[in-house]
C-alpha cells in the first residue's frame, strides 16, 4: 500500500491496535465466522483480531496481511504467545492482494480504508478475492463525528489538526460515514449497514485512552506529519498532549467514537 499512514507505528499506536479484539471492534462480523470460514484480514497491524478471528474459524486458515514487515513481526509473535497456528501474515498491498480470485469466505478490514486515497479501489481488490458466496466486511471509524466532554479548547485543538492533517496524508478522516457510497461505487449489489462505538469514560479507559493520545500527540507519526505539513508547531502539540491529560484527569470525562460498517456481496 503506497498511501502514508498518518499514525505510524509508534508504541503508543501500537498499544491502541493491541487493544483491539474482534468483540470490541468487529462485532458485526461475528455471525459470519464460523468453523471452517476462510478469512483474509487486512490492515492486521499487531494481529489481534486477526488471530481473535482464527480462533473462531479454526481448522480454516486464516491470512493477514498489512504494508508493514516490522507491524506483522509482531502480529507473528502475538499468535504464537496465543497458540494460534491457523494464521499466517504476510506484506501485501490493499489495492493489488497477491490471492487469486474467489479465494476466500470473508475479506474484512478494520480502520483501514480511512487510510487509503483509493478506497474504491481497494473495495473492488478486496471483491474479487471474495468467493461468489463470500463477503467483504468493513469498519472505519468517523473522526469528524467524535464528541468528547469536558469541552477543553486543547481537544478542539486536537480535532481540527488531526482532521487537517489525515486528510494532507492519505484518506479520508470521515471514512465511516461513506463507507455504504465506496461500496456502491465498488459494483456490490447487496450491502448491509450498521454502525457502533467506542465509549471511553472509566478511569481506567481515560488514563488509558488519554495517556496513549498524549504520547501520540508528540512522538507518533502524527506529529511529524503536523509539523512538516504545517499544520501546528511543538508548542501546539505540548498543548494538545496536555489537554488529553486534563481529559484524563476529569472524573466527568467523556470520549464516543462512532464507527460505520458494510457487510457487502454480489
Not at 21 to 29: G, I, P, Q
Not at 144 to 150: A, D, H, M, S
Not at 153 to 159: D, G, I, K, V
Not at 176 to 182: D, V
Amino acid at each position: 500500500m503506497a498511501d502514508s499512514y498518518t499514525h505510524g507505528h509508534h508504541a503508543s499506536v501500537l498499544r491502541a491496535h493491541e487493544w483491539r479484539t474482534a468483540e470490541n471492534s468487529a462485532a458485526y462480523l461475528l455471525p459470519y465466522l464460523q468453523p471452517g470460514t476462510t478469512v483474509l484480514d487486512v490492515g492486521a497491524g499487531p494481529g489481534t483480531i486477526t488471530v481473535d478471528i482464527a480462533g473462531r474459524v479454526a481448522p480454516a486458515g486464516v491470512v493477514g496481511v498489512d504494508a508493514s514487515a516490522d507491524v506483522l513481526d509482531r502480529a507473528r509473535a502475538y499468535a504464537a504467545s496465543e497458540g494460534v497456528t491457523n494464521v499466517e501474515f504476510v506484506v501485501d498491498d490493499a489495492y493489488a492482494l497477491g490471492r487469486p480470485d474467489g479465494a476466500f469466505d470473508v475479506v474484512h478490514a478494520h480502520q483501514v480504508l480511512q487510510h487509503l486515497d483509493r478506497p474504491v479501489d481497494a473495495l473492488r481488490e478486496f471483491r474479487r478475492v471474495a468467493a461468489d458466496d463470500g463477503v467483504v466486511a468493513a469498519r472505519d471509524v468517523d473522526y469528524e463525528g467524535v464528541i468528547w466532554y469536558p469541552l477543553l479548547p486543547a481537544l478542539a485543538e486536537w480535532h481540527d489538526v488531526y482532521l487537517r492533517v489525515h486528510r494532507r496524508v492519505a484518506g479520508d478522516p470521515a471514512a465511516g460515514r461513506k463507507l455504504k457510497s465506496w461500496a456502491r461505487e465498488a459494483g456490490f449489489g447487496e450491502i448491509d449497514c450498521s454502525a457502533s462505538l467506542w465509549l471511553f469514560e472509566s478511569d481506567e479507559d481515560r488514563q488509558w485512552w488519554g495517556g496513549a493520545w498524549a504520547e501520540r500527540a508528540v512522538e507518533s507519526s502524527f506529529a511529524q506529519h503536523a509539523i512538516d505539513l504545517g499544520e501546528t508547531d511543538r508548542d501546539g502539540l505540548e498543548r494538545i498532549a496536555a489537554g488529553w491529560r486534563a481529559w484524563a484527569d476529569a472524573s466527568d470525562g467523556w470520549l464516543l467514537m462512532p464507527h460505520g460498517e458494510i457487510v457487502a456481496r454480489g
